[in-house]
């Protein structure tokens, strides 16, 4: 069940064996939204690469924790960085988000005619 940035798991365990009914608990846990999973990088900065796909358009949000820094760029089939959307146009990230908006200088509009990859290089991180 979500509750706002939070994903509830309600968990049941026993004292003896599976399924006794004496000596039972229900408790409930928390996870980061859409936090099941998650790419790390300590003080060298790792690279991510997606397969290529389509892009919605309408902006790119990441869900981060970010202490040192976090950039993407876009490249297309050949491995290429599209203009305007490079590592030095990427505003850099910080902090901790569950929607951390990725913009680049001068906020050219996503490509959406192309499937393109997006790159992601984070330093002292954790990427969900």
């Not at 000596?23 to 936090?35: A, P």
């Not at 490249?75 to 305007?84: H, I, S």
Request: hydrophobic share 35%; aromatic share 8%.
């Amino acid at each position: 069940m979500r509750r706002g940035d939070k994903e509830n798991a309600f968990i049941t365990g026993y004292a003896v064996g599976h399924k006794t009914f004496t000596d039972r608990s229900i408790g409930v846990g928390f996870l980061r939204k859409d936090g099941f999973v998650s790419r790390d990088a300590g003080p060298e900065a790792g690279l991510l690469k997606t397969p290529l796909a389509a892009l919605p358009g309408e902006g790119l949000t990441v869900n981060a924790i970010v202490r040192g820094e976090l950039k993407v760029r876009l490249v297309d089939r050949k491995g290429k960085a599209l203009p305007g959307f490079d590592w030095q146009d990427c505003i850099p990230v910080r902090g901790d988000s569950v929607a951390h908006r990725i913009g680049w200088r001068g906020e050219p509009a996503l490509p959406t005619s192309e499937p393109v990859s997006l790159e992601f290089s984070l330093h002292d991180g954790e990427q969900g």
